[in-house]
């Protein structure tokens, strides 16, 4: 577990803190539950009436939530930045696909620059093991495999602002919100060729090369934009298509 003893100062005051840094590194994540009070104590080193007064701090900045009968999770709004009224905008209209494309192109390439030369080899080491995983999923089973990868990507490049807009990004596309990975992979056969397109930018990642993994992410996602073009393409032709059997069947 991350959390670490307490040393000094007023106890409450050093748990929120400590609490606070371990959610903007996004070592905790929205809607991670937290352990048990007697085992957060125990982990910290503090008394749980001074566990307890943190927490309690930490609910009112609306970072932790309390679920009755479940216990204290990282807040879920921390993974929500988009209003309902937003979001519904933004699914109704084609062009907010492309500019969130393009808007992932640009940050996650930075992000994947900064990771080739910043992170550290644990970071290397589990973004090549979410790969592997890739590599061995079943066909239709990726799609949370390829989120969490470019997830420890952003997590990689250690910039705590990169971090959290990508997993407002991120979360989007897990509800649905833009394109969906699966109807694209299973119309054009694309599987192969997003597996290597993550081989790519793994390989990058783990030779660092800043230039060469950064041009492997936006490949992979000028991809992914063309392949929804493709799509959507498609799909309007269909429409036309059965338009003019219709009319013919009517004559």
Same mark, same amino acid.
Do not use: W
């Given at each position: 577990?991350?959390?670490?003893?307490?040393?000094? *100062?007023?106890?409450?005051?050093?748990? +929120?803190?400590?609490?606070?840094?371990?959610?903007?590194?996004? !070592?905790?994540?929205?809607?991670?539950?937290?352990?048990?009070?007697?085992?957060?104590?125990?982990?910290?080193?503090?008394?749980?009436?001074?566990?307890?007064?943190? &927490? =309690?701090?930490?609910?009112?900045?609306?970072?932790?939530?309390?679920?009755?009968?479940?216990?204290?999770?990282?807040?879920?709004?921390?993974?929500? =930045?988009?209003?309902?009224?937003?979001?519904?905008?933004? $699914?109704?209209?084609?062009?907010? +696909?492309?500019?969130?494309?393009?808007?992932?192109?640009?940050?996650? *390439?930075?992000?994947?620059?900064?990771?080739?030369?910043?992170?550290?080899?644990?970071?290397?080491?589990?973004?090549?093991?979410?790969?592997?995983?890739? $590599?061995?999923?079943?066909? *239709?089973?990726?799609?949370?495999?390829?989120?969490?990868?470019?997830?420890?990507?952003?997590?990689? =490049?250690?910039? !705590?602002?990169? &971090?959290?807009?990508?997993?407002?990004?991120?979360?989007?596309?897990?509800? *649905? +919100?833009?394109?969906?990975?699966? +109807?694209?992979?299973?119309?054009?056969?694309?599987?192969?060729?997003?597996?290597?397109?993550?081989?790519?930018?793994?390989?990058?990642?783990?030779?660092?090369?800043?230039?060469?993994?950064?041009?492997?992410?936006? %490949?992979?996602?000028?991809?992914?934009?063309?392949?929804?073009? %493709?799509?959507?393409?498609?799909?309007?032709?269909?429409?036309?298509?059965?338009?003019?059997?219709?009319?013919?069947?009517?004559?």
């Amino acid at each position: 577990m991350p959390f670490q003893k307490i040393n000094a *100062g007023k106890l409450s005051k050093s748990v +929120v803190e400590q609490i606070e840094l371990l959610i903007l590194r996004g !070592v905790l994540r929205p809607g991670e539950r937290l352990p048990a009070e007697r085992s957060l104590s125990d982990l910290m080193g503090v008394s749980r009436p001074s566990l307890r007064e943190a &927490v =309690s701090e930490l609910q009112d900045i609306g970072l932790l939530e309390s679920r009755a009968g479940s216990g204290i999770f990282v807040s879920e709004d921390l993974d929500s =930045s988009f209003s309902p009224a937003l979001t519904s905008l933004l $699914e109704r209209h084609d062009e907010a +696909v492309y500019d969130y494309l393009d808007f992932r192109r640009d940050l996650e *390439g930075m992000a994947a620059e900064r990771a080739a030369r910043l992170a550290s080899d644990t970071d290397l080491n589990v973004i090549d093991s979410i790969f592997r995983k890739m $590599e061995n999923a079943p066909i *239709g089973k990726g799609a949370d495999l390829d989120a969490n990868f470019h997830s420890a990507i952003v997590e990689a =490049s250690h910039n !705590v602002m990169i &971090v959290h807009v990508m997993r407002a990004m991120f979360d989007l596309l897990k509800r *649905g +919100v833009f394109y969906n990975r699966q +109807v694209v992979v299973q119309m054009y056969n694309t599987r192969t060729d997003l597996l290597d397109q993550h081989r790519e930018i793994n390989d990058a990642l783990q030779d660092r090369d800043p230039d060469r993994a950064r041009k492997a992410v936006e %490949d992979h996602l000028n991809f992914v934009a063309q392949a929804y073009s %493709d799509m959507r393409r498609a799909e309007r032709n269909e429409e036309i298509a059965k338009q003019r059997l219709e009319h013919e069947r009517s004559q």
